[in-house]
Structures are given as structure tokens and as C-alpha cells.
């Protein structure tokens, strides 16, 4: 951290020549250069927009110019903002110590990842290469981007990757959506072994057990390791923490405006929290006080970010132009987050202050773009929360899905709730409760209900935004959807016992163990004594990350391992 015209601004990147900044709150991008190591910092005059528009997600630094893989926030479309005209990709840009305004652009809208995307970016020659989530780009001044052939890993995700000149070697492993590739088998938690160049790729399946990591390269060729011991397991999370953005800074000091906060930190920070309190610690003491330490000043900066009055815990990502608004969700994920950390850390003022401010947001919800309202499904009718019809956003006047109901709940029934909490929970999960998990054979669920999975018309004068849609037509929610509205459940089962059946709570506990569910429900079933063993399965899938969100669940996959290691 440093200070800067009296603003705190986190420290992104800096080595002999450059230094990027983000700007606490705002967000803002800053770049500043000098030409040797005791001289001082010169600001880079950069236009504005690039500052507030550019997610930065990976930089490489020369003594002449630094470059930025950036997702520019307002170019790209992300399909919870519309149902059409998707766009996904990242410019690469080069600014140089007399850059005056925009960056110069190498590369723009390369279709190799989205924002939750962990970017790699190296240098081949007088080339750059920025690999994404399973391809890989060959960026030359001046030259349309080169995509190499990565055929052989289409279907799988990058895990860790590392290149020397023009090859590159990594660990990947099958992608794997349950709701087209069914259970997670050995298929999908095997890991295999990519080498790659520009003209093509090919993997050979990891035999050896345990868990591959920390890839290299030698005068053998590419090699790596495999933990197996607790130890070894244990460093296998802060390897990939530090693999992340900017060196596992991730989202630190950043704000909401793209939904960060709900979608990156409560994701991360969970993890690390996990890590914190969890078995896998005594295996690497020396980690603790670094994580109390990266917990508690990135805990300080949301709650600062909370209370302030802007931008708070606005977003402008989902909205149809770009409003700021106010998700009711958002409230419910943070609030979950922070009275998570006070029970790990211990409060102090600013953080107890921004949980009184959630917690009032939830009890008066008016200022949020999800409002009290009702509907109906196969003849019961629910009090529930929509849409508030006319905000701008594109399913305005539709009830809100299953995981919109769950992820404010789990705010609601963190810490120790209120009654009233706990009564208000128990309305909310009934829809949820009723309509998809009364059935014990059902491994899966809808991602919404109501009027929202069946559609509306013009004539209903339902939507301003979206004025007829055909419905969800009871398509099934991500794992990662499913997972919140199984905390939920289990949330208000442990805080009003007899509201959730005995069978329902063994239900998620096999579907967690089985890899039905991220493994980070045990978070939840911890509370009560209760966690999941996972299948080996499971426990091999989530042991690395290649996203933040992962961190969540790695510590328990972890865990798991590491006590299987044991005798």
C-alpha cells in the first residue's frame, strides 16, 4: 500500500523501472516510470478512461515499456448484463515513460478468457505470449495476433503454465460441467501433462499419485512436482494464491463496480480464511501470520469500501446501461464474508461498522434492486423477492432465482442472526425447499422458478426492459449456484432446527462428498460438527485452483488429501 494526493492505492506492480497502481475504492488505474532504481517516480499521464475502464489482469515490464493485459470494462458485455451479443476478450496494451493519453494498442478483444480468467503473459524474442483459459496468443508489434494451435487441450482448462521462448509446459485437466458431463469420474479429476508450441499441443496423463504442481523448466526439459505429503499439500494453496493476479493481490483495494467484491473476494478471502483456520495450517506455521496479516488489511478496505458513500457496494456490470446498482445479493455475500472475519480476526470499528450497514440494508431493503413481492408454482403461491420492475436491469419485474434467495440468506444467518433473520430465512428457502429438494433422487436443481423459469409476454406487463422472454425453461443451475443455495439450506437448518428435513442435510452432505457441490459447503457443515468426506475424486478435482474462485473449496480438498496421506 502507499499514499498517493492523499488517497490509498494498492501497489499492483513494480519492479527497477515501473510501478501500477489501482487506486482504493475508485479503482482507478496510475502508472509511474523512472529510469533507474534511485531515481524518483514519474507519473505517466494516462488518458482517463483507460485508468477507470481497464480491469488489469497480467503486466510485463521491460526497461522501455510496460505492458498491460487488460478487460475493458464497458467494451466487453458479460451475459448477466444481456441475453444477446455476448463479448468476452482482453487488449493488450503498451505504455511507454512518454505515453500521453491511450496506451498504444497491440492487440484488442483477443477471445482467450473473461475477467475471473488467470492470464499468463511472457516474452518470445521481440513477441509476447498470453495464454488464457486453454489458448494461447502470439502478439508482434504491428502484426495481427497469432493463435497457436491448441487443439489437444480444447476441452481442458490451463491449471499452471510456464514457457521458455517459443514452447510452453503445463499442468490441465478436463473441463467438467456437470449438467452435460455427469458425475465428476477420474476423467475429470485426473491431471495431465501439455507440451505446447505454435504448431500444436499433446498431453500425457499424469500417473504418479498425488497432486502435480510447480511446473519449471530444466536442462531436461519441463519437469514437476507432486505433493503428497501434508506439508507439501499445504504449500500446493499458497503456490497457487500467488499464481494469481499481480502475484495473489487479486482484488485487494479494488471495489464492486464489476462485481468483484461478490464474485472474487468473498471467493478468495473465504479461502484464506479457511487456510487460516483449518487443519492444513500446522503443516506450514510460518504462512500464518502472512495470511493474518493479507486477511485483516483486505477485510479493513471492503469495510472502508462498505461504508463509504461511494462507490459502496454499487455495480454497474449487470445493468443494461451501465447504472449503478445496489444487488441485495452483493449485501448478502459480503455480509457472510465479514462476519466471517471478525469470527477469525476479532472486530474492531470500521469492520463493525460496515456489518451494521449490510445488516440494515437487509432488514430495509428498499435502496436494493431486489424488492418483497410474490408468485407462484404448481398451485402454492410464495412470498418471495423481484426484480423491481422498471431498475435497470433486464429481467426487471421477474422473481429472482434460487441463488439470489440463498446468497442473502447466508448474509442473513451469519454470525449469530436475530430471530426475525432467522423467520425471514426460513420464507425465503421455501421455494427452494419445496419445489426442488424434497426430492431425495435428484442430484441436481433448477437455476430458477416461478415466473422466471416459465417466461412472460408482453401482455403481462411483467418487464420495462425485457417486455417478453421465453423462461429459464428449468434449465439446471452452475455447481457454483448450487453450492450457495446449499449453504443456505444448511445455514438455516443449523440455525432453526426441524426447518430443514434430516434427509435433506444428508442429501448435501453426499452430494459435497461426491462432487455434486463445491467442497466448500463444509464450511457450512463444519459449524455443526458434520463436514463431508470427499471422494477421492472430489478431493483430486479441487486440489488446484486456475481461477480465485477455486480458492474457496481448495482448502478442503486439501485438507482431505493430507489426511489421507496419513497413517
Not at 529 to 534: E, N
Request: proline share 6%.
Amino acid at each position: 500500500m502507499i499514499e498517493t494526493s492523499g488517497v490509498s492505492a494498492v501497489v499492483l506492480h513494480e519492479d527497477e523501472f515501473w510501478r501500477l497502481t489501482r487506486l482504493a475504492g475508485t479503482g482507478y488505474l496510475d502508472v509511474y516510470h523512472r529510469h533507474r532504481q534511485d531515481a524518483p517516480w514519474k507519473y505517466v499521464d494516462l488518458a482517463l478512461d483507460w485508468r477507470r475502464n481497464t480491469y488489469p489482469m497480467a503486466v510485463f515490464p521491460t526497461a522501455e515499456h510496460l505492458v498491460v493485459v487488460g478487460y475493458n470494462v464497458v467494451a466487453n458485455v458479460p451475459s448477466g448484463r444481456r441475453l444477446e451479443n455476448v463479448r468476452d476478450g482482453v487488449d493488450v496494451d503498451e505504455i511507454h515513460p512518454d505515453t500521453n493519453g491511450h496506451p498504444l494498442r497491440l492487440a484488442e478483444g483477443i477471445p482467450i478468457g473473461a475477467i475471473d480468467t488467470n492470464f499468463v503473459i511472457a516474452a518470445a524474442g521481440d513477441a509476447l505470449l498470453v495464454a488464457g483459459e486453454n489458448r494461447i496468443m502470439q502478439i508482434s508489434r504491428g502484426q495481427p495476433a497469432l493463435e497457436w494451435d491448441t487443439s489437444a487441450i480444447r476441452d481442458y482448462e490451463i491449471v499452471e503454465i510456464e514457457f521458455n521462448g517459443i514452447a510452453a509446459a503445463a499442468i490441465v485437466r478436463r473441463c467438467h460441467d456437470d449438467r452435460t458431463d455427469g458425475p465428476l469420474t477420474q476423467t475429470f479429476a485426473r491431471y495431465h501433462a501439455a507440451s505446447l508450441d505454435p504448431s500444436g499441443s499433446a498431453i500425457t496423463a499424469v500417473e504418479e499419485e498425488g497432486v502435480p504442481w510447480r511446473v519449471r523448466w530444466t536442462p531436461n526439459g519441463p519437469r514437476f512436482q507432486v505433493a503428497r505429503r501434508p506439508a507439501e499439500l499445504a504449500a500446493v494453496f499458497l503456490h497457487d494464491l500467488h499464481r494469481m493476479r499481480h502475484g495473489g493481490i487479486l482484488d485487494l483495494g479494488g471495489n464492486n463496480l464489476e462485481g468483484r467484491v461478490a464474485w472474487s473476494q468473498a471467493y478468495y478471502l473465504h479461502g484464506l480464511l479457511s487456510m487460516l483456520s483449518g487443519p492444513l495450517l500446522k503443516h506450514t506455521p510460518e504462512a500464518e501470520s502472512v495470511l493474518r496479516k493479507r486477511i485483516a488489511i483486505e477485510t479493513q478496505l471492503l469495510a472502508q469500501l462498505v461504508v463509504s458513500d461511494w462507490p459502496g457496494l454499487m455495480c454497474q456490470r449487470y445493468s443494461v446501461g451501465r447504472e449503478p446498482l445496489y444487488f441485495a445479493l452483493h449485501v448478502g455475500r459480503t455480509l457472510e464474508l465479514l462476519l466471517r472475519a471478525e469470527s477469525v480476526l476479532g472486530s474492531n470499528e470500521i469492520v463493525s461498522a460496515a456489518i451494521g450497514k449490510l445488516q440494515h440494508s437487509l432488514a430495509e431493503p428498499t435502496a436494493c434492486v431486489e424488492v418483497p413481492g410474490s408468485d407462484s408454482e404448481r398451485g402454492q403461491t410464495f412470498q418471495t423477492l423481484a426484480y423491481h420492475r422498471g431498475f435497470p436491469f433486464w429481467a426487471d419485474g421477474g422473481n429472482v432465482p434460487f441463488n439470489y434467495l440463498s446468497g442473502i440468506v447466508c448474509g442473513l444467518l451469519g454470525g449469530t442472526p436475530s430471530d426475525e433473520a432467522i423467520k425471514r430465512s426460513e420464507s425465503l428457502m421455501q421455494p427452494l425447499l419445496q419445489l426442488e429438494l424434497s426430492d431425495p433422487t435428484k442430484f441436481t436443481w433448477r437455476y430458477w422458478w416461478g415466473r422466471g423459469d416459465t417466461g412472460w409476454s408482453r401482455d403481462d406487463t411483467v418487464s420495462v426492459n425485457t417486455p417478453s422472454w421465453c423462461g429459464n425453461k428449468s434449465e439446471i443451475a452452475d455447481i457454483s449456484y448450487r453450492t450457495i443455495d446449499a449453504m443456505a439450506v444448511l445455514a438455516l437448518a443449523r440455525c432453526r432446527p426441524g426447518s430443514v428435513s434430516a434427509a435433506t442435510v444428508s442429501k448435501l452432505q453426499n452430494l459435497t462428498s461426491n462432487g455434486w457441490l463445491w467442497p466448500h459447503v463444509n464450511q457450512e457443515l463444519e459449524l455443526t460438527s458434520s463436514p463431508a468426506p470427499l471422494s477421492r475424486n472430489a478431493a483430486m478435482r479441487f486440489s488446484r485452483s486456475s481461477t480465485a474462485a477455486g480458492l474457496q473449496s481448495q482448502p478442503w480438498a486439501l485438507a482431505d488429501l493430507a489426511r489421507r496421506s496419513q497413517p
